[in-house]
């Protein structure tokens, strides 16, 4: 029996092109978002749920690190994206631009920090926004699969960007950079906003 059980994928696997191509959408979800899931059903003879198991994750070993991070943090990258639309500017809305504004002093500063700590991460994480308790924002990287509920369970992620290479490999090989400034067109501003307005 499967524990734990794959999101839908909110779109097709070419809605994101020419941003994220069909193939490395197609190979991101069924080989290494599936695999994940498939190796944490075979690890843990229980479910735990999957907010629980990573914020308590230092419990538990390094394979099912491994994997329920791969699982839970890509569930939610999954929905940090959507389709691209060549008639938007994909702008983010008053509240999360208020937000970055305050934080960050620009929706151009705030995307520079983003692609400063996707080039500062030496080999796979990921890049995340997160809200922080007092209420202030920053942007924090991780290694592998980790994910910020693990060190602090308080925290709300508003977004997270894999750069494991996987990710963008096939489209655009060692171009990192060219990556992380090409999501911008796919990002799903609605996910941050949502957060944000359940913690006003």
Same mark, same amino acid.
């Given at each position: 029996?499967?524990?734990?059980?794959?999101?839908?994928?909110?779109?097709?696997?070419?809605?994101?092109?020419?941003?994220?191509?069909?193939?490395?959408?197609?190979?991101?979800?069924?080989?290494?978002?599936?695999?994940?899931?498939?190796?944490?059903?075979?690890?843990?003879?229980? #479910?735990?749920?999957?907010?629980?198991?990573?914020?308590?994750?230092?419990?538990?070993?390094?394979?099912? #690190?491994?994997?329920?991070?791969?699982?839970?943090?890509?569930?939610?990258?999954?929905?940090?994206?959507?389709?691209?639309?060549?008639?938007?500017?994909?702008?983010?809305?008053?509240?999360?631009?208020?937000?970055?504004?305050?934080?960050?002093?620009?929706?151009?500063?705030?995307?520079?920090?983003?692609?400063?700590?996707?080039?500062? #991460?030496?080999?796979?994480?990921?890049?995340?926004?997160?809200? #922080?308790?007092?209420?202030?924002?920053?942007?924090?990287?991780?290694?592998?699969?980790?994910?910020?509920?693990?060190?602090?369970?308080?925290?709300?992620?508003?977004?997270?960007?894999?750069?494991?290479?996987?990710?963008?490999?096939?489209?655009?090989?060692?171009?990192?950079?060219?990556?992380?400034?090409?999501?911008?067109?796919?990002?799903?501003?609605?996910?941050?906003?949502?957060?944000?307005?359940?913690?006003?």
């Amino acid at each position: 029996m499967n524990i734990y059980l794959p999101i839908e994928l909110p779109y097709s696997y070419s809605a994101l092109e020419p941003y994220i191509d069909k193939k490395t959408m197609y190979v991101h979800f069924n080989e290494h978002y599936l695999g994940y899931i498939k190796k944490l059903n075979s690890l843990l003879p229980a #479910r735990v749920p999957i907010q629980s198991l990573i914020k308590n994750i230092d419990k538990y070993s390094v394979d099912i #690190r491994n994997n329920a991070g791969g699982y839970f943090n890509h569930s939610l990258f999954w929905q940090m994206l959507t389709p691209f639309n060549p008639f938007s500017s994909n702008e983010p809305p008053l509240l999360v631009k208020n937000i970055i504004i305050r934080d960050f002093g620009s929706v151009y500063n705030f995307k520079q920090q983003i692609l400063e700590k996707a080039k500062k #991460r030496f080999g796979s994480g990921w890049v995340w926004w997160i809200l #922080r308790p007092t209420g202030d924002t920053i942007i924090i990287e991780t290694p592998y699969q980790d994910n910020p509920l693990m060190k602090n369970p308080n925290i709300k992620i508003l977004l997270g960007i894999d750069v494991w290479e996987h990710a963008y490999y096939l489209q655009y090989q060692a171009k990192r950079e060219t990556y992380i400034n090409n999501i911008w067109n796919v990002i799903n501003w609605n996910y941050p906003n949502r957060v944000l307005l359940e913690n006003k």
